[in-house]
């Protein structure tokens, strides 16, 4: 454990054909946080095999090998990021959505915002807007130049490993990202995911007009740092997806506590 509970790292170790073994017990993280991963049977692993062990001790009974290509098939049903695009829709009561505003108000390197992108295009190819545009998830054209130097990998954290250049948004997939306010303010999207609300909300009094609290997502991809009033107001106001949700959360709030004014100020007629 790091900054928080849940890493990239875990799923590449899984995806390699590996056992991650926590140095921290995973029972001790919150109860929702890491939700879909076998905590328990990650905890036992981590005392069967421990760190001072051989390579020829940890698989001298060929169960290494079986249990580390089972975690490798349960990633592979449920910890992709097209099984964590299901699960989001599916939680918004809209599970086949089809036309899909993913908004968030930076361009760098976002782990959680970035894996939502790659399972919800891989899911509904152009029927997924995301604004702004991501470059580094993007791969260039058959036949183009190098990409700019500020987008080669050794530019992004981590070198871009697992994540960067994995997607395509070049013809024929025709992403319209012109004209969002108005394509807002006419409904043309099922759903409305902000993919980092912590980093900028664009586009909010549009939204917030327009869009039903069923049709908004509001995903808080942070590490572990608690709950707080922006969390609670937007909990009421939408579907609210915490990473590291912490324990007893959320809080009992009191309404009065928690207003639209308070984060935003007034709509313009209301004032």
Same mark, same amino acid.
């Given at each position: 454990?790091?900054?928080?509970?849940?890493?990239?790292?875990?799923?590449?170790?899984?995806?390699?054909?590996?056992?991650?073994?926590?140095?921290?017990?995973?029972?001790?993280?919150?109860?929702?946080?890491?939700? /879909?991963?076998?905590?328990?049977?990650?905890?036992?692993? &981590?005392?069967?095999?421990?760190?001072?062990?051989?390579?020829?001790?940890?698989?001298?009974?060929?169960?290494?090998?079986?249990?580390?290509?089972?975690?490798?098939?349960?990633?592979?049903?449920?910890?992709?990021?097209?099984?964590?695009?299901?699960?989001?829709?599916?939680?918004?009561?809209?599970?086949?959505?089809?036309?899909?505003?993913?908004?968030?108000?930076?361009?760098?390197?976002?782990?959680?915002?970035?894996?939502?992108?790659?399972?919800?295009?891989?899911?509904?190819?152009?029927?997924?807007?995301?604004?702004?545009?991501?470059? /580094?998830?993007? &791969?260039?054209?058959?036949?183009?130049?190098?990409?700019?130097?500020?987008?080669?990998?050794?530019?992004?954290?981590?070198?871009?490993?697992?994540?960067?250049?994995?997607?395509?948004?070049?013809?024929?997939?025709?992403?319209?990202?012109?004209?969002?306010?108005?394509?807002?303010?006419?409904?043309?999207?099922?759903?409305?995911?902000?993919?980092?609300?912590?980093?900028?909300?664009?586009?909010?009094?549009?939204?917030?007009?327009?869009?039903?609290?069923?049709?908004?997502?509001?995903?808080?991809?942070?590490?572990?740092?608690?709950?707080?009033?922006?969390?609670?107001?937007?909990?009421?106001?939408?579907?609210?997806?915490?990473?590291?949700?912490?324990?007893?959360?959320?809080?009992?709030?009191?309404?009065?506590?928690?207003?639209?004014?308070?984060?935003?100020?007034?709509?313009?007629?209301?004032?």
């Amino acid at each position: 454990r790091k900054a928080g509970w849940d890493c990239l790292r875990h799923y590449e170790i899984i995806a390699s054909g590996s056992i991650p073994l926590f140095q921290d017990r995973l029972s001790q993280a919150p109860e929702l946080t890491m939700a /879909h991963w076998p905590k328990r049977l990650l905890d036992r692993l &981590a005392q069967q095999y421990n760190n001072t062990m051989t390579t020829q001790e940890i698989d001298a009974d060929g169960q290494y090998a079986i249990i580390a290509a089972a975690l490798r098939e349960f990633l592979k049903s449920r910890l992709t990021t097209e099984a964590l695009a299901a699960y989001v829709l599916r939680s918004s009561g809209i599970p086949n959505a089809q036309r899909v505003l993913l908004l968030s108000a930076h361009p760098d390197p976002d782990y959680q915002r970035d894996m939502l992108i790659h399972g919800l295009r891989r899911r509904l190819g152009s029927g997924l807007i995301d604004f702004i545009r991501p470059a /580094h998830l993007y &791969a260039s054209p058959p036949g183009s130049e190098i990409p700019p130097s500020n987008l080669t990998l050794r530019h992004l954290y981590g070198y871009g490993f697992t994540y960067a250049q994995r997607l395509q948004d070049h013809a024929p997939y025709q992403i319209d990202r012109t004209n969002i306010e108005e394509r807002i303010l006419n409904h043309e999207f099922d759903l409305i995911i902000y993919a980092s609300v912590h980093r900028g909300m664009p586009f909010w009094p549009a939204v917030y007009r327009t869009y039903a609290p069923h049709e908004r997502i509001f995903i808080d991809g942070e590490d572990e740092h608690g709950w707080c009033l922006w969390s609670s107001f937007l909990s009421t106001v939408g579907t609210y997806f915490m990473r590291e949700l912490p324990d007893g959360c959320p809080p009992d709030v009191l309404p009065s506590q928690v207003h639209y004014d308070h984060f935003y100020g007034p709509f313009p007629d209301d004032a």
